[in-house]
């Protein structure tokens, strides 16, 4: 299992892409055959599916993350306007379907997700935070392409495609309630639970080393 990726020469950077903007940026492999395209932003389409998969309630993994109140009940123009998010889609090439995303932006070392933070919490304006140049990383696999063995490369493509654009950063993934595919994908990518970043009994705080 899988990808082999081949990254298109970069342009320059121009920053954050403006909302519905995608560019291409590789193009991967899977070993069953599957050819899919990496994208950084996400177009009216890709917005659509994000939308469409956030509210499916009979996604039990998916539902432990706030994507329902993020994307689903909320909406993505709203949250791209708000935060500093660089965001990056694996796309199906041959049916344009979502298969998987990776997200990254300044946040700071604990700050928990939406649905966990009171109204007040969540009306503060992230940007204005001194992040100490910590940042976040958040990824999701939709079926049938969850499990399948493509996120590790997929997310470490994209890790390294944002560490570039941003040297100084230092990684942190929170993770909710029991799990062990994220805790795995995290520990592939080279994570790590640290004491000293205290993690809680709902959130488990792992570093990038
Ligand atoms: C977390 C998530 C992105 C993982 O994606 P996935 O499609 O299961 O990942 P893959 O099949 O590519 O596996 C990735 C790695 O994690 C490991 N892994 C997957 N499931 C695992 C499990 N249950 N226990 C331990 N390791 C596991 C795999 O062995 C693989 O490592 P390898 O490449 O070294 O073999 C996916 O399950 C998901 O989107 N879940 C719902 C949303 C979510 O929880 N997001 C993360 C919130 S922090």
Request: with cysteine; net charge neutral; proline share 4%.
């Amino acid at each position: 299992m899988g990808l082999s990726i081949s990254a298109h020469t970069p342009s320059r950077d121009t920053g954050m892409l403006p909302l519905f903007e995608s560019r291409e940026i590789g193009k991967a492999f899977g070993t069953t055959g599957t050819a899919f395209v990496i994208r950084e932003g996400l177009d009216a389409s890709g917005i659509n599916q994000l939308k469409k998969y956030s509210l499916d309630t009979s996604d039990a993994e998916l539902q432990k993350t706030s994507d329902f109140e993020r994307f689903g009940k909320g909406s993505y123009e709203d949250w791209y306007r708000s935060k500093e998010r660089t965001l990056f889609a694996l796309i199906e090439e041959n049916t344009g379907t979502l298969a998987a995303l990776a997200w990254f932006g300044p946040k700071p070392l604990g700050r928990k997700s939406m649905k966990h933070l009171s109204a007040d919490e969540r009306a503060e304006d992230e940007r204005a935070m001194d992040s100490h140049n910590w940042h976040t990383i958040v990824y999701r696999s939709y079926p049938p392409f969850r499990g399948t063995g493509i996120m590790k490369d997929f997310v470490r493509f994209c890790m390294d495609t944002y560490l570039k654009r941003h040297p100084k950063a230092k990684l942190w993934a929170g993770i909710y309630g029991a799990n062990p595919a994220s805790i795995g994908l995290a520990t592939g990518l080279g994570f790590a639970i640290r004491e000293s970043f205290a993690s809680d009994t709902e959130e488990t705080i792992m570093v990038k080393e």
